[in-house]
């Protein structure tokens, strides 16, 4: 099982980019789906969390700027950032708890991260 991330890049401030994440290998179910950012020597920060069901979570640094969504049927999360500002700029990582085929329990998986700058 593997999380791949995509989308980041650099725009200036106020403008959007999405974020993509697809599992792929021998996947049983997917539970919870997350966004974590991290910028050099600080720690890493929840961004925002949707369940299977599509109940959706937040940081209040990016409520009402961002928003996250997942296809079920392409085992795909994105996250949709607009209005960005310079200190949204991080790696942003995402991750899954995943049931494989062949296990008898949930993981948790990390996608590699992608870059993401805001700067003008």
């Known amino acids: 099982v593997q999380l791949q991330a995509s989308g980041g890049g650099l725009v200036q401030p106020g403008e959007s980019l999405r974020l993509s994440c697809t599992a792929s290998?021998?996947?049983?179910?997917?539970?919870?789906m997350r966004w974590y950012r991290q910028v050099p020597g600080q720690q890493r920060e929840l961004v925002a969390g949707?369940?299977?069901?599509?109940?959706?979570n937040y940081a209040d640094s990016v409520k009402g700027r961002f928003t996250i969504s997942r296809d079920n049927a392409k085992n795909t999360m994105y996250l949709q950032m607009n209005s960005l500002r310079p200190e949204d700029t991080a790696v942003y990582y995402c991750?899954?708890?995943?049931?494989?085929?062949?296990?008898?329990?949930?993981?948790?998986?990390w996608g590699q991260g992608t870059q993401v700058t805001v700067s003008s």
């Open positions: 290998g021998s996947i049983g179910s997917i539970s919870d």
């Open positions: 991750s899954a708890n995943i049931l494989p085929m062949s296990a008898p329990r949930w993981y948790d998986y």
């Open positions: 949707i369940s299977s069901g599509g109940n959706t």
